[in-house]
């Protein structure tokens, strides 16, 4: 193949290619006798490879790295982990396209960016005006748009979202609105909440239902801000709440090194 021939096979420039020789991540090619250079079938397999770490954000540095460790592998292998690289792209491209099927189908003005799993939790809930249970709602828009919570995790609130007693709890809730940040009222409301919170739950988010490896103790911005949006005595009672599923989620997690050791 001429340079832009692999140029158009790969999908880079030949600019691109000439300044990856430069820089040493794609040898020169021997050249033929009317002076064009001639790449090879594992030229262009060199090439996607590239342009593929280049993609994920890798530094030309750091994928000078990642080819140095692919030196002597067979080019079966190399071919295969591409493969694997395309399948993992269109697995993730058929998601988008379901997200937005699922938006395409709302009537006008009722759609959400949520993922199916996301609206499907939402459907079960009952309808309120309750200003506490439509903040819970963007707060976990929020956090399906982040990736912090999975369909494991949504299974298992389902039986909570739908159960009417719920609704109660948020409107209580909502009367502390106006309360101060020692009223009585918090201690109890809080605990009803937690245990309002099936045990399934922790070990959804075990099982990495959640994003993050750490858990929710390394989300110290996103709590704050999260207490910014109530009220005093409202923000003392989801702090307790954060709290106590803080605790069992460290608890748990060694619980569960502790098995495994």
């Known amino acids: 193949m001429r340079i832009g021939e ?27 006798p009317n002076g064009y250079r001639a790449y090879s079938v594992r030229d262009a397999v060199r090439l996607a490879r590239v342009r593929r770490l280049t993609e ?32 993992r792209q269109q697995a993730e491209l058929a998601e988008r396209r379901r997200r937005l099927a699922v938006l395409l189908a709302a009537p006008p003005g009722e759609a959400e960016p949520v993922s199916p799993a996301l609206a499907e939790l939402l459907a079960k809930a009952p309808a309120t005006a309750s200003p506490s249970a439509a903040l819970d709602r963007e707060h976990l828009s929020l ?19 739908a159960d009417p007693s719920v609704l109660a709890l948020y409107e209580r809730l ?16 809080a605990a009803e909440l937690v245990a309002a919170v099936p045990a399934e ?5 075990l099982d990495g239902a959640t994003a ?50």
């Not at 158009?8 to 020169?28: C, K, M, N, Q, S």
């Not at 890798?58 to 140095?68: F, I, K, N, Q, W």
């Not at 106590?244 to 569960?256: H, L, P, V």
């Open 6 to 32: 692999i140029a158009a096979l790969v999908g880079v420039t030949t600019r691109a290619i000439r300044h990856y020789h430069h820089v040493g991540l794609l040898p020169e090619p021997d050249r033929r």
């Open 56 to 87: 994920l954000g890798l530094s030309l540095d750091e994928v000078r790295d990642v080819l140095a460790d692919d030196a002597g592998r067979e080019l079966a292998e190399v071919l295969a982990e591409l493969d694997a690289d395309l399948a």
């Open 201 to 205: 739950a922790f070990a959804a988010v």
């Open 143 to 161: 956090l399906d748009a982040s990736g912090a919570v999975g369909e494991e995790l949504y299974a298992v609130l389902g039986t909570v979202a």
């Open 174 to 189: 909502d009367e502390l609105a106006d309360a101060d940040a020692d009223d009585p009222r918090i201690g109890p409301l």
């Open 212 to 261: 993050g490896p750490g858990g929710p103790q390394e989300m110290p911005g996103f709590l704050e801000a999260l207490l910014a949006e109530y009220a005093p005595a409202q923000a003392e009672v989801v702090r307790r709440v954060m709290e106590a599923f803080t605790d069992t989620w460290a608890t748990e997690t060694k619980r569960t090194k502790r098995g495994r050791e």
